[in-house]
Structures are given as structure tokens and as C-alpha cells.
């Protein structure tokens, strides 16, 4: 089994590719875009590139596909392109890189037997400090096979930076802003705003947009997706995915994510009558008692990807003031993520959120959290 092929992204592919050949390709990347454009695999895309014995010499615009750095990549089984992307935490609580490297190439194999479609990560994965020093580990040692070596980072943003170890959190720091030589390392973000502000000075942003209508057809009528979802009429699929064709993937819990979200969204836009008090209130106590990570913090996720969206809208509808409103209230979501990596009340959360959205939403007055 392989990875599917790259579907779209042409201009994007030929500028770095492009800046590849001519030397110019930053050494520390992070592609960001919507949840669902392809931006693990673009990313993933480009480390075969690097890796391909035949596409820079010969000054291809894209991978050979025969070589076989090309055919070992396709696999997911290059010894020098490391992707790396949250796991559940490993219950030895100190694991070696060893560890995190089978764990890895175990989650690979499962991403290749299904034919290289996968969904979002849960909220209880996570980028932990086991994994970065299995990153740090791999970055110390030379090339096995190509002339360079390859990091794709996956969901960037999953990193957690409370569990200690401030060593391997100022190693993966400097190893972003001075890798070695022949390093490339490339992150990608769904929500760069969630990102240490540390990791967004260190890298270059690149922004992959939105799929094109016909790419994301073409992805749409590849066979491996075709089965997938074969119950969603095409036209359907095709309205539903909005350009991000991989969030059709996200399965019953990216659903009810999403409509957990609609909910809390909806709750802060209500008026400020006992009406609206009182919706507001019933959401927040459907919520939970028990810890703020897995179905809350999907439903954190969901919320930043529909208030983008409500951005968009109102954007398109000239109602400017509103749109301004919408993007400033982004950063109460983004704060709520960084809390609910801690030990707290969803309910207590939620409704501290949901009564600084609604501020912030239908009165323009911009706080933080709990003031």
C-alpha cells in the first residue's frame, strides 16, 4: 500500500520546488491552512522531492516516482523522511526514541493499509515530550540513505509544552532555527494561532489555500476515497468539503464536534435577554464535569474552524463590522485550548467562553478568559 497521490496545489508546488532547485528553500517551514486541504501530505510530497535522486538534477517540477528514494517514500518507509504527527501518550511515561519510533511507524503502516486516508487527530493525542526527543535524536544522526533528511511534523500546534522538560523543548527551538546541515524540517498547522509563538518565529509560513472544484473532484473519484464514500452523492461531497476534502474524514466524532460547537456558537449569539442567559447555561452544562481534553477540545477545534467560516460569510456579505467582531472573538477559542490542556471543568470553561464570545460577538467588547 502507498500514499495517495498528490491532488492540486500546482502553483504552490511549482514556486518551492522551484526555490528547491535554486537553493533558495527555507531550511524550517509550516504550511497552515483549513483542516482537510492536504497539507500533511503536500508536506510529505515535497520531502520526496528532496529526497528524489533524479528530480533536482534534472530540473523536474516533480518527483520522478521511480527512483527508489521515490518508491520507499510512496510507502512511508524512507529512512530519511521522519513524519511525525500525535499519538496517544505511551504509557511508559519516560519512552526512548526507540519507543515513539515504533509507535510511529505502527500508526504509518495503519494510515498505508487504508490506503493513505486518514482522519484529523483526537483531543487525546498530542505531540508529547517523548516525541520530541525521539525528533531531537533522529536529527543528531546522518543521512542512512539520501544525501539529506526530512522532518514533516503534522498538526504542529498538538505539541505539548506543559509536561516539562524545558532541555527538549529549547532543543527542538534551536534545532528549528539552525538545523543541521542538509536538514529540512516542515510543520503543518490547521491553527497556527494555537502554535508557541516561539515555534512561529522560527519557521517560514506558507499558506496552502483551499483545493480547486476540479482537484477536488479528481480526489473525490479517486477509487480509494470513491469507496470511502460511496453512501455521499458526489455533488454533495464536493459542496460539503468546501476545497478541504480531507474533513470528510472526520468520522462520528468530528460530527458531533461540530455540532457540539454550532451549539456553544449559536448560544452566544443569542440576545442578551434571560432567554439567551438561559440557553447559554444549557450548553455549558452538557459540557461535563470530568477532564477538558478528547470530545471538549475537538469541539474547541471545530469552534476556531466555524468562526473562520462565519468570517468568511460575513465578510462576503459586507457586513464588515460583524467580520471584525467574528475574528477578534478567535483568540478566546484559542486561549480555552491552551486551559483545556490542564486539569479543568468543561462546564466552568465553556461557560466562561461562551459568555466572552458572546461579548465579544454581539456587544464588540473584546476581554480575556475569566476576567
Keep these: 500500500m502507498a500514499l495517495l497521490p498528490l491532488f492540486g496545489h500546482l502553483p504552490l508546488r511549482a514556486r518551492l520546488t522551484a526555490a528547491a532547485r535554486d537553493g533558495r528553500l527555507p531550511a524550517s517551514l ?76 505502527e500508526a504509518i503502516g495503519e494510515r498505508m493499509e487504508a490506503e493513505g486516508v486518514w482522519g484529523p487527530s483526537s483531543g487525546t493525542e498530542g505531540l508529547h515530550v517523548a516525541t520530541v526527543r525521539a525528533l531531537l535524536h533522529r536529527a543528531s544522526l546522518r543521512p542512512a540513505m539520501a544525501a539529506r533528511t526530512v522532518f514533516v511534523v503534522g498538526d504542529a500546534e498538538r505539541m505539548v509544552s506543559q509536561e516539562g522538560s524545558d532541555q527538549a523543548a529549547n532543543a527542538f527551538l534551536k534545532l528549528l532555527e539552525e538545523p543541521p546541515p542538509g536538514t529540512t524540517l516542515l510543520l503543518t498547522s490547521s491553527e497556527p494561532g494555537a502554535l508557541l509563538p516561539t515555534i512561529r518565529s522560527r519557521v517560514v509560513s506558507v499558506r496552502v489555500p483551499p483545493m480547486r472544484r476540479d482537484d477536488v473532484v479528481a480526489f473525490l473519484e479517486h477509487p480509494a476515497i470513491a469507496s470511502r464514500l460511496s453512501r455521499l452523492p458526489r455533488a454533495d461531497a464536493v459542496q460539503r468539503a468546501g476545497g478541504a476534502p480531507g474533513a470528510l474524514f472526520g468520522g462520528d466524532g468530528l460530527a458531533a464536534a461540530l455540532g457540539s460547537a454550532r451549539r456553544l456558537l449559536e448560544a452566544a449569539l443569542a440576545p442578551a435577554t434571560p432567554d439567551g442567559r438561559a440557553e447559554r447555561l444549557k450548553v455549558t452544562a452538557k459540557l461535563g464535569v470530568a477532564g477538558a481534553r478528547g470530545a471538549f477540545s475537538d469541539m474547541l477545534d471545530a469552534l476556531t474552524q466555524l468562526l473562520h467560516m462565519r468570517v468568511h460569510d460575513l465578510v462576503q456579505a459586507g457586513r464588515d463590522i460583524d467580520a471584525r467582531r467574528t475574528a477578534a472573538a478567535v483568540p478566546l477559542v484559542e486561549s480555552a485550548k491552551g486551559r483545556a490542556n490542564g486539569n479543568v471543568s468543561p462546564q466552568l470553561l465553556g461557560h466562561a467562553l461562551v459568555d466572552a464570545l458572546h461579548d465579544a460577538l454581539v456587544h464588540g467588547v473584546r476581554r480575556t478568559l475569566f476576567t
Design 30 to 105: 509550516l504550511f497552515q491552512g483549513p483542516r482537510g486541504v492536504g497539507k500533511q501530505r503536500f508536506a510529505l510530497w515535497l520531502g520526496q522531492y528532496l529526497l528524489c535522486e533524479q528530480a533536482m538534477p534534472s530540473g523536474a517540477s516533480e518527483p520522478c516516482g521511480r527512483c527508489v528514494h521515490c518508491r520507499y517514500a510512496e510507502r512511508g518507509q524512507h529512512p530519511d523522511l521522519h513524519w511525525f504527527f500525535p499519538r496517544p501518550r505511551l504509557k511508559d511515561g519516560d519512552a526512548s526514541p526507540d519507543d515513539v519510533k515504533a509507535d510511529l511507524a
